[in-house]
């Protein structure tokens, strides 16, 4: 066992915590950066790991009535087999492939910057939208939204591992203003299960997944998403995700150059 994976697991594990950022957008860049895991791996063994953190999330949030679970069967609507068909697309250019490889890197690279963006403008765009109800969809158009949305993710997070956590929870807070941050956070949880794990198992399919250090990142995981669910009160959000935006966009960066 690669001590140096279950800290890793353990420090992304923190900062999930005390964030509340998916750990895609840290897990995938630290493994193909610092680890020189290829990121067709990277991603594939993150989206395993992604479909066992996010089911204990999901059980929590379920026994407290914090799902909205009419919007996570839409998101599903265009989630899942959006992940199907990118799966098997992968498959069809080969994901193993090294420019394969390189269009996922800059795939990864996108949604970590979007993740940036949603850390850094979302209580202004949520501000935005109340203040504008004109604007906000209403019945089948927003349903029909979605169900789109859905999609995206779904080809997203197939492709990068990233979207289903900032990125997905900023679009719920536009697309849905008056559910509370709990909802919001248990809607995008619960959306992102089934996601996860069917894409996992597409990556499973391709030969993208390493179990051995699948395991070791989750004992590392584990504790590290606990403490900083206990810790998250006693720091300063602002300070904890301004530090976070300038570390991604570094990471970002990093992943193009």
Same mark, same amino acid.
């Given at each position: =066992?690669?001590?140096?994976?279950?800290?890793?697991?353990?420090?992304?594990?923190?900062?999930?915590?005390?964030?509340?950022?998916?750990?895609?957008?840290?897990? !995938?860049? $630290?493994?193909?950066? =610092?680890?020189?895991?290829?990121?067709?791996?990277?991603?594939?063994?993150?989206? %395993?790991?992604?479909?066992? +953190?996010?089911? *204990?999330?999901?059980?929590?949030?379920?026994?407290?009535?914090?799902?909205?679970?009419?919007?996570?069967?839409? $998101?599903?609507?265009?989630? #899942?087999?959006?992940?199907?068909?990118?799966?098997? /697309?992968?498959?069809?250019?080969? *994901? $193993?492939?090294?420019?394969?490889?390189?269009?996922?890197?800059?795939?990864? *690279?996108?949604?970590?910057?979007?993740?940036?963006?949603?850390?850094?403008?979302?209580?202004? =765009?949520? /501000?935005?939208?109340?203040?504008?109800?004109?604007?906000?969809?209403?019945?089948?158009?927003?349903?029909?939204?979605?169900?789109?949305?859905?999609? #995206? $993710?779904?080809?997203?997070?197939?492709?990068?591992?990233?979207?289903?956590?900032?990125?997905?929870?900023? &679009?719920?807070?536009?697309?849905?203003?008056?559910?509370?941050? /709990?909802?919001?956070?248990?809607?995008?949880?619960?959306?992102?299960?089934?996601? !996860?794990?069917?894409?996992?198992?597409?990556?499973?399919?391709?030969?993208? &997944?390493?179990?051995?250090?699948?395991? +070791?990142?989750?004992?590392?995981?584990?504790?590290?998403?606990?403490?900083?669910? #206990? *810790? %998250?009160?006693?720091?300063?959000?602002?300070?904890?995700?301004?530090?976070?935006?300038?570390?991604? +966009?570094?990471?970002?960066?990093? =992943?193009?150059?």
């Amino acid at each position: =066992m690669d001590l140096h994976y279950v800290i890793s697991g353990f420090a992304v594990g923190l900062l999930v915590g005390l964030t509340g950022v998916g750990g895609g957008s840290l897990m !995938t860049p $630290l493994l193909t950066l =610092m680890f020189g895991v290829s990121p067709t791996v990277a991603v594939g063994t993150d989206l %395993a790991f992604a479909a066992a +953190t996010k089911s *204990a999330g999901t059980l929590a949030h379920r026994f407290r009535g914090t799902v909205r679970w009419d919007i996570v069967r839409h $998101l599903c609507y265009g989630a #899942l087999p959006a992940a199907l068909f990118t799966t098997l /697309a992968l498959k069809s250019f080969g *994901a $193993l492939d090294q420019q394969i490889g390189q269009v996922i890197r800059y795939s990864i *690279a996108g949604s970590v910057l979007l993740t940036v963006v949603a850390l850094l403008f979302r209580s202004r =765009m949520q /501000a935005w939208v109340i203040a504008h109800p004109e604007k906000q969809l209403q019945g089948t158009a927003l349903a029909v939204t979605t169900v789109i949305v859905g999609a #995206l $993710l779904g080809t997203l997070v197939t492709i990068s591992s990233i979207g289903a956590g900032a990125v997905g929870a900023t &679009i719920l807070v536009l697309l849905y203003p008056r559910l509370s941050p /709990a909802e919001i956070a248990g809607t995008d949880i619960a959306y992102a299960v089934p996601l !996860t794990a069917i894409a996992a198992a597409g990556h499973w399919y391709l030969g993208s &997944i390493n179990w051995e250090l699948l395991v +070791t990142l989750l004992l590392g995981s584990v504790p590290g998403i606990t403490i900083g669910s #206990l *810790a %998250a009160r006693a720091v300063p959000e602002k300070i904890l995700r301004g530090l976070l935006a300038t570390t991604l +966009t570094g990471i970002a960066a990093k =992943m193009v150059f």
